[in-house]
């Protein structure tokens, strides 16, 4: 540490020593090492403390860029202004070492102290005429403080352990942004806790601190118990096995009705609410790895309850197990009435009448014919197809649903407007057209020449048969048989309009329910000239002509095949 003073080995001052002139505050900042000597007299020399931050860059207290004032009642000599820098002795003559008005410590004269020369400090004139503290009088009070608008916060007292037992951190105490506006007042707090003068209450932040505990409790709690739910819910819906019964299922049994179009979930929930398997997954899985399983049918099914999945994709590609009505392609009506009072065990007549007598409330095309002379109105209008008919229901009820899928298909097709471009008169004839085809047609090939016969047939400029259709299937349809061996006194003695060898035209209405390829080729028939054809082996194989001695070739063909 430098020591700098007064005494002997003090360098001599110099114009260019920093601490000359204004630069006397600044100069002492230069040597913040030393300290300078009070009143001309030699210092007494203290260990060098350490300078933090900008207390050393403080000015001493009353120190504004003046000469501090004297003042005569303290026992000093008036300042002169006539002599700046210069603090007269009490003989009236400066006091030596001065030079231009400032000693060589940089600090201004001061008179000599009347106290005790063994304590230079302890009773230093007070510079503001006020009474001031002692700062040097103690043993530990050095450095002097700092101003009052530079002092630093006092550093935060040891923390009470009772009052750390009652304050919990602002998280758990229910502090948050909102607790902001409190700054103030807690500053105050802490000062009165630090005076002593006592504590806020803290039993509301108890309470707050037990409500933000549970919250913070509650919503981890209730995190980890919905990941844990989702995950166990996520590893069933993959890995784990689906809900499914065991066995062949009770002696209960009971008719699921399947609709058409029904995928595989569809059919797996109406069987898990008629109580036949426990799950929708389970019958989904089942369905998937049995052979064949996919090809499930719309219609009715018996079945048993609380079967395993896999026993119910079984039992449903099972036809003994099909509580359905199927109407064959070409079907007539009658066939229809009948296995719909088998399926629903009614006695045999049952569904026909209730058919002659409400088929108008079962929702027919509006194009239907009222001719009288028809001999079913439903006839052509129960379309193929598989349809539910289980015990208990009402046979209304099985049909309806063969003329509500009629009904959707004709529409489909546009029948009405088709029906004009083939030179018909309207869409029930077209039906009819349709029935011809399919009633006399073999194969998927045959029905679009059979349907150009009957087209060529019905022209006004047929001279081959003059309008006649010749059909046997009609007279067929008529007595309700399926010969194909009519004598010609039997065809010609009949007048029904349904004997087409005596009525020209079309029939009534239709002979029979055409299927799908027996109406699309209807719609699209062939124009190759065909007006004449025989079944030449009496079956499936059907041969066509052009002209009539074509024909008595493979009419000759037949008679020779079927031993006429």
């Known amino acids: 540490m430098t020591e700098y003073g007064r005494g002997p080995g003090s360098e001599p001052w110099h114009p260019q020593d920093p601490l000359y002139g204004d630069g006397g505050w600044e100069g002492q900042q230069a040597y913040a090492g030393h300290q300078a000597a009070y009143g001309g007299r030699t210092q007494q020399q203290y260990p060098q403390q350490p300078q933090h931050g900008d207390w050393q860059q403080m000015p001493q ?10 003042y005569a009642d303290q026992g000093q000599t008036p300042y002169d202004p006539q002599y700046p820098g210069q603090h007269p002795q009490p003989d009236g003559h400066p006091e030596p070492g001065h030079q231009g008005g400032w000693d060589a410590t940089g600090t201004h004269g001061q008179v000599p102290y009347a106290a005790d020369p063994g304590d230079p400090y302890g009773q230093h004139p007070v510079a503001y005429g006020a009474e001031q503290p002692d700062f040097y009088a103690a043993e530990d009070a050095y450095p002097p403080p700092e101003p009052p608008g530079r002092r630093r916060p006092e550093a935060e007292p040891e923390p009470d352990p009772s009052v750390d037992d009652e304050e919990e951190h602002a998280f758990f105490a229910g502090g948050g942004d909102d607790d902001e506006d409190d700054e103030p007042h807690e500053r105050v707090g802490r000062a009165e806790r630090r005076a002593g003068k006592g504590r806020k209450p803290v039993k509301s ?26 995950g166990y819910k996520f590893y069933q819906n993959r890995f784990a096995p689906a809900p499914d019964y ?8 009971v008719t699921v009705e399947i609709p058409k179009g029904a995928g595989g979930w569809d059919i797996g929930r109406r069987l898990k609410e008629a109580g036949v398997v426990k799950s929708a997954e389970a019958f989904v899985h089942a369905q998937g790895t049995t052979p064949g399983g996919d090809s499930i049918q719309a219609g009715a099914y018996l079945l048993k309850k609380e079967m395993s999945a896999a026993s119910a994709v079984r039992m449903m590609l099972d036809p003994k197990s099909q509580n359905n009505v199927m109407v064959r392609p070409g079907e007539r009506n009658a066939g229809v009435y009948q296995d719909i009072d088998k399926k629903l065990e009614l006695a045999a007549g049952t569904t026909q009448k209730i058919a002659a007598k409400e088929y108008r409330t079962f929702g027919l095309p509006s194009w239907v014919s009222n001719d009288s002379t028809i001999k079913d109105p439903l006839e052509g209008f129960l379309f193929p197809g598989s349809y539910a008919a289980a015990k208990g229901m009402k046979p209304d009820t099985v049909l309806k649903q063969m003329v509500a899928q009629a009904k959707e298909r004709y529409a489909a097709y546009g029948l009405d407007a088709k029906a004009r471009s083939l030179g018909l008169h309207n869409a029930f004839e077209l039906v009819t057209v349709a029935s011809l085809v399919q009633a006399e047609g073999k194969t998927h090939d045959d029905f679009r020449k059979m349907a ?12 081959e048969t003059n309008q006649l259709l010749q059909f046997d299937s009609t007279y067929n349809y008529l007595k309700g048989t399926s010969n194909i061996h009519i004598s010609e006194k039997d065809i010609n003695s009949n007048q029904s309009p349904y ?38 082996d009496g079956t499936t194989n059907t041969e066509f002509a052009k002209t009539y001695e074509e024909f008595q070739q493979l009419k000759d063909k037949f008679n020779a095949t079927s031993g006429n």
């Open 61 to 70: 207290p009353g120190y504004d860029g003046q000469p501090y004032p004297y």
């Open 205 to 230: 932040k108890k309470r707050r601190t037990g409500c933000a505990c549970m919250v913070v409790v509650l919503v981890f709690g209730g995190g980890l118990g919905g990941v844990g739910y989702y």
């Open 246 to 253: 065991a066995g062949d299922g009770t002696g209960e049994t």
């Open 452 to 463: 150009e016969v009957v087209y060529n047939r019905l022209k006004p400029t047929n001279t």
């Open 499 to 536: 004997n087409t060898y005596t009525h020209k035209g079309l029939p009534p209405g239709p002979i029979g329910n055409p299927g799908e390829d027996a109406l699309k080729a209807t719609l699209n028939p062939t124009h190759d000239g065909w007006i004449y054809f025989v079944a030449t």
